[in-house]
């Protein structure tokens, strides 16, 4: 086992080890507690239960079932959660802890994002490509000790590209640097390695060889590269699904990026020949994909982009020159991502998860700023209902597959006896009303349970600042 999944393994943080600014956002502190009559999607991808009870003991789920025949233990604080829904903790796949913006803005999120994300009821996140990897590495060291609110943290080493590449990320010219890259990165804690559109075949199969011989995996943002070509070259996970996918343009040339792929992308079928032997390959060697609708969809005109938590969070310089941004796309009626491409991309992820496709999700807060760290992984789960997933499904893309993307799911991602107690309480009927993915009330990490509003609440005015 690697160290990182080890010293992961050995840690269940419990109350009396948080430290004064974290037990200000507790709740619930109680080793024995008892959710009684909820609604629970378990994120194994059965039907929903209603009526249930969960147990937790000592920062663990000790026992689910139904309310009539669960018993309560001795001693146990009890708590009716009567017209609430109980889901697994949020694992975001594509979860930076930068944040990018309409007008230039660009900053770390030490401060606000892990606050977002756990508020919002993500509880374990994959940072996936990152600008300020010791930044990173220390905020993950704060929350594992208890000196900072946060959800547990696998780190991703700074981007790798190409030669036309630049800007924060490390451009490898030769296999000889992808494999020191690799290997210096590994020995820092880093237990993921994000590819970058400019990377070129040779670099990216170094990247990767030496990535699996340390123990680590590799995922990428892809466009010189095709899918296919990342499957074969051995690839772990690949990210946003079909609108980077230049498998789909006719006129891509090996080691270089369309400039026309976003074109092709709106008109490609997503059910096409091209669909199904991208998607058949990436099965039949069992690479994952991370969706990242909610980054996407303020690209598109006229969608529900304009979520009054979303711009109140935001700094005001930021939401003016996000707002003008969204007036100049809707009015128009053109952004960047056509509403053609915006649907493909859905009905693309529907059939790589019915052809037995392992597929996570995550909110990547980056682009014009829209989508936020912890809001926009809840907003995958409406757009995952509008492209015709079921609940049970939405949530497992969200939780179990997140995990088992992670190595973390034998420890959580579900919702069952002996697995660590990350819920997430739900004001509401999820199954009913999509929206209610919107409304967590605690949101429970080993066990200890937050509060939602709280966590919320001290990120106001200040997304795009800290």
Known sequence: MHLLALLLALSAQRPDSLAAQVREYVAVDTSLL???????????????KADQTIVIRAGRIAAV????????????????MTGSTVIPGIVGM???????????????MSYTGPRLYLGSGVTTIRTTGSRAPYAEINLKDQVDRGFSPGPRIHITAPYITGPQGGGAMAILNSPAAAQRFVAYWAAEGATWI???????????GAAIAEAHKQGIKVTGHLCSVSFREAVALG???LEHGMLTATDFDSSKKQDACPVTFMAQASSADPHGSVAQATIRSLVQHHVSMTSTLAVYEPFVANRPTKDARTLQAMDPEVRDNYMKMRQQIDSTGTGWVSTQAFKSAMAFERAFVDAGGLMGAGVDPTGIGGALAG??????YEL????GFTPAQAIRIMTANGATILGVAQRLGTVEPGKLADLVVLHGDLTADPSVIRSPTLVFKDGVGYDSAKLLASVQGRVGVN
């Open 34 to 48: 008892a959710l009684t009559h909820v609604l629970v999607l378990d994120g194994t991808g059965g039907a929903p």
């Open 65 to 80: 079932g139904p309310a009539a025949s669960v018993p309560v233990p001795a001693g146990a604080r009890v708590m009716d």
């Open 194 to 204: 994000k590819a970058y559109t400019d990377i070129r075949r040779a670099e990216l």
């Open 235 to 237: 690839i772990d996970n």
């Open 384 to 387: 995952f209902i509008e492209a």
């Open 375 to 380: 809001f926009g992984d809840q907003r995958n």
């Open 94 to 108: 594509h979860d930076h802890l930068f944040y990018t913006a309409a007008g230039g803005r660009a900053v770390q």
